[in-house]
């Protein structure tokens, strides 16, 4: 049995919450710098540059790539041989978040209820916490703050066996056209497939927070990837939605065991600023 420190805890998800929001994942630049080598658009080609140069901008300066810094997203993979130790788990990643939004004078954005007096908590807490049990002894978090531009261009739509594939491509189409330049592409499209209303909806989202250059294990979804990835880019809404061949820079799938009579369809959007920072304990 390994021991975790819930300290170990809270040290690494403030490092991430700042190393997410100011520095654009490797992956995601060097998509970049590939979609702006083949862009036609004048337009589109500078606004890739601009991009580019925000980011180092960020980088070097320590400052957030965007103003909205998101809620604090936090996909946490716990081994079941780990122990947390000296506090509670949630406790101590709600802290983290807290110390890296407060001292790293990224925005806060969270309130603490939704609709009457939405008050803000001035601290970014509490965060968005998913977390699964797994083999092993090692603690794995994801920090993956999110903007409300593209969360709020999010779809879930429950179709049935007979749509098939292409109630699939309708439903992530007119996602990405529903969205167009709110959701300040390019963007990187989560799709999740399959589970019920909450499962496909949460496998969007983790989906949207991949890796670029990821693709999913099994090659028919590998395919289909590839397959709406094309599609959204034959769009034309282009980088910022100013028109363009750099709709989307990925197409991520992640799906799920289903009923027999359904078939959930759930798209989540990434912004240009594809923000997550990763660590194991």
Not at 9 to 37: D, G, H, N, W, Y
Not at 44 to 67: D, F, H, M, T, V
Not at 68 to 77: H, I, K, N, P, S
Not at 140 to 162: D, I, Q, T
Request: proline share 6%; net charge negative.
């Amino acid at each position: 049995m390994k021991d975790i420190h819930v300290k170990s805890i809270t040290e690494a998800i403030a490092a991430m919450a700042v190393q997410a929001c100011c520095q654009l994942p490797a992956s995601m630049r060097k998509s970049f710098e590939t979609a702006l080598a083949k862009e036609p658009s004048p337009v589109g080609r500078n606004i890739l540059g601009q991009l580019l140069e925000n980011a180092s901008i960020a980088a070097e300066e320590g400052i957030p790539i965007c103003q909205d810094t998101g809620l604090a997203v936090v996909f946490a993979e716990l081994g079941q041989d780990a122990h947390i130790v000296g506090g509670d788990f949630e406790d101590a990643i709600n802290e983290g978040v807290r110390r890296g939004y407060v001292d790293g004078y990224l925005r806060k954005s969270c309130v603490a209820e939704p609709l009457f007096e939405r008050k803000n908590t001035k601290d970014n807490t509490p965060a968005v916490i998913h977390t699964r049990i797994v083999p092993g002894d090692s603690l794995r978090l994801r920090l993956a703050p999110k903007g409300a531009g593209s969360e709020n261009k999010s779809v879930l739509k429950m179709l049935v066996p007979a749509d098939g594939i292409e109630g699939v491509r309708k439903v992530v189409l007119d996602a990405v056209l529903a969205a167009g330049p709110n959701s300040c592409p390019p963007m990187v499209v989560g799709v999740g497939l399959g589970g019920n209303m909450e499962v496909a909806a949460l496998c969007a989202k983790r989906a949207a927070a991949r890796d670029i250059g990821s693709v999913n294990a099994d090659p028919r979804y590998a395919a289909l990837e590839r397959e709406l990835l094309e599609m959204v880019n034959k769009t034309g809404v282009g980088p910022q939605g100013l028109g363009g061949l750099t709709t989307a820079v990925a197409v991520h799938i992640e799906w799920a065991p289903t009923h027999i009579a359904s078939l959930p369809v759930a798209v989540n959007i990434n912004c240009h600023a594809a923000r997550h920072a990763e660590t194991v304990l």
